[in-house]
């Protein structure tokens, strides 16, 4: 619902559902991660850090969180930082396509 809030443009509705989510239920990393996208689509990368990170606290291995972030550090030029999980040797994968 608060993301559908913030598609019809009532960032302010889709901050306070998510706020009331997370108040409910800190342990959620769905909720964090969708405020983690909210900050960062209303143009507030570190808000969106600060949330993405608590998702990842609860939810390592959570995909959508990772990217989201990288997406925010990209925005804000943080390019020196190595995100965990996304890095060779962190348990993934890496092939050349």
């Known amino acids: ?3 559908a809030n913030l598609a019809s443009g009532e960032e302010d509705d889709a901050r306070t559902a998510l706020d009331r ?3 409910i239920d800190p ?6 991660l969708d405020r ?3 900050m960062l689509e209303m143009g507030r990368a570190e808000e969106a ?10 939810q390592p ?11 925010a550090l990209t925005i804000l ?3 020196d930082v190595g995100q965990p999980g996304l890095r060779p040797g962190d348990g993934y994968e890496f092939q050349k396509i």
């Open 27 to 32: 342990g959620s990393a769905q909720a964090w």
């Open 1 to 3: 619902m608060a993301l």
């Open 61 to 71: 291995d959570n995909l959508d969180a990772l990217t989201t972030k990288a997406e």
């Open 21 to 23: 989510s997370i108040q």
């Open 49 to 58: 850090i600060n949330a993405l990170d608590r998702a990842l606290a609860i």
């Open 77 to 79: 030029g943080r390019y």
């Open 36 to 38: 983690g996208i909210l």
